[in-house]
């Protein structure tokens, strides 16, 4: 596997080329925010890491994300099934991964900033916090009763089954809106994700990490709104 990221880089400059790399920081307990300088070499010796363990780790997922973005596919072409596992498989996937991280990323920035920035960052954490209670019932709304539907209807239509899946179909669309919503407060509230000038690399890296879900969302609710839900409609 030919290495990207490599041991001479700086953590910092990892964590702006590859955002999700600091899951994985996080993971190995690698200060990415006031040690952003430093190679990841350094932080490899000082925290006794398995260095070619971490590079394979974050090469791995470098290069997933990198087909990830590859792909380009006419959904209005495939099955319902079809695009309804790429749905769960990369953006209900997403949203499992990212939500708990970011929400501690909220955490850390309101108590280092409290003081500070403590009016956004409370109502930012509130907002947050919603939206992640939103975004899981969400999914399993959607895995566990939606798309068994709707895969049931296109394998062996009936009326019947149509008329179920419309029903949390309508459901569905409604906490689309609400999450929706919640994301268009958190960007006014923040000036649309604009950093203070004295905010740290973590709370730079936390408003990446929330524009980064409220992408995957409209994403997410484009396929199932415009795409598959209009097939059943």
């Not at 000082?46 to 990830?68: A, C, G, H, R, V």
């Not at 999450?179 to 960007?187: S, T």
Request: aromatic share 8%; glycine share 4%; net charge negative.
């Amino acid at each position: 596997m030919e290495k990207i990221i490599k041991k001479d880089q700086p953590i910092g400059e990892i964590a702006t080329i590859f955002p999700k790399a600091t899951n994985i920081f996080m993971e190995y307990e690698i200060d990415f925010c006031c040690g952003g300088d430093r190679k990841l070499e350094v932080a490899i010796a000082e925290k006794n890491i398995d260095e070619n363990e971490l590079l394979d780790k974050l090469n791995t997922e470098y290069q997933e994300m990198q087909k990830s973005m590859d792909k380009d596919v006419d959904w209005q072409q495939e099955s319902m099934s079809n695009l309804i596992d790429y749905i769960v498989n990369k953006h209900h996937a997403f949203m499992k991964e990212e939500m708990p991280v970011t929400e501690r990323f909220v955490s850390k920035i309101l108590q280092v900033h409290y003081l500070s920035h403590g009016d956004v960052l409370v109502e930012l954490h509130k907002l947050f916090n919603q939206l992640k209670t939103e975004i899981a019932e969400h999914l399993i709304k959607e895995e566990e009763v939606l798309f068994p539907l709707i895969k049931e209807y296109e394998n062996n239509p009936s009326e019947k089954t149509l008329e179920k899946a419309l029903k949390v179909l309508e459901e569905t669309e409604s906490e689309h809106d609400v999450a929706g919503d919640i994301l268009k407060d958190m960007r006014k509230l923040t000036k649309g994700f604009k950093v203070p000038e004295d905010g740290c690399n973590t709370y730079r890296v936390t408003y990446e990490k929330i524009e980064a879900i409220e992408k995957d969302l409209f994403q997410h609710i484009h396929l199932e709104n415009n795409i598959l839900f209009n097939r059943l409609k």
